[in-house]
């Protein structure tokens, strides 16, 4: 398989309802978790590009463009941004759909970095 197509069957998407338990005072969803779903597509999508053992090694940036409020549905979408020796960057974009409604609109994006580990906790090689 080549490296395209491995980013393009590696490519993540989960859709989650926003219930008031995981809002604030602002009935919008708590940075905190989009933060955390994030992360966790952006491990999903890295794992099933190198099928390794991936950790997270940093949050490069998050830019919040919109508010996702309570009663709205979200899809996170986790593609594979960049490839280096042990390590690999995912982008995760968050979008937000009205749940009665077409609308639909690109609420939060950012990038995650991870590296490949061995059973020693080494870093190794992505591309085996």
Same mark, same amino acid.
């Given at each position: 398989?080549?490296?395209?197509? +491995?980013?393009?069957?590696?490519?993540?998407?989960?859709?989650?309802?926003?219930?008031? =338990?995981?809002?604030? %005072?602002?009935?919008? *969803? #708590?940075? !905190?978790?989009?933060? %955390?779903?994030?992360?966790?597509?952006? #491990? @999903?999508?890295?794992? +099933? #590009?190198? +099928?390794?053992?991936? $950790?997270?090694?940093?949050?490069?940036?998050?830019?919040?463009?919109?508010?996702?409020?309570?009663?709205? @549905? $979200?899809?996170?979408? !986790? $593609?594979?941004? %960049? @490839? !280096? =020796?042990?390590? *690999?960057?995912?982008? $995760?974009?968050?979008?937000?759909?009205?749940?009665?409604?077409?609308? +639909?609109?690109?609420?939060?994006?950012?990038?995650?970095? #991870?590296?490949?580990?061995?059973? %020693?906790?080494?870093?190794?090689?992505?591309?085996?």
């Amino acid at each position: 398989m080549t490296i395209e197509e +491995r980013i393009k069957a590696s490519e993540t998407r989960i859709f989650k309802a926003v219930f008031p =338990n995981t809002t604030n %005072h602002y009935d919008t *969803l #708590f940075g !905190g978790t989009a933060m %955390h779903m994030m992360d966790e597509v952006a #491990f @999903i999508t890295a794992t +099933r #590009f190198s +099928r390794q053992i991936m $950790v997270t090694v940093s949050s490069d940036r998050i830019d919040f463009k919109q508010p996702i409020p309570a009663g709205t @549905i $979200v899809e996170l979408i !986790g $593609v594979v941004s %960049h @490839i !280096g =020796n042990t390590s *690999l960057k995912v982008k $995760v974009d968050i979008y937000v759909e009205q749940m009665y409604s077409q609308l +639909r609109e690109k609420a939060v994006t950012g990038e995650f970095s #991870f590296v490949a580990i061995d059973e %020693h906790k080494k870093p190794t090689s992505i591309l085996k």
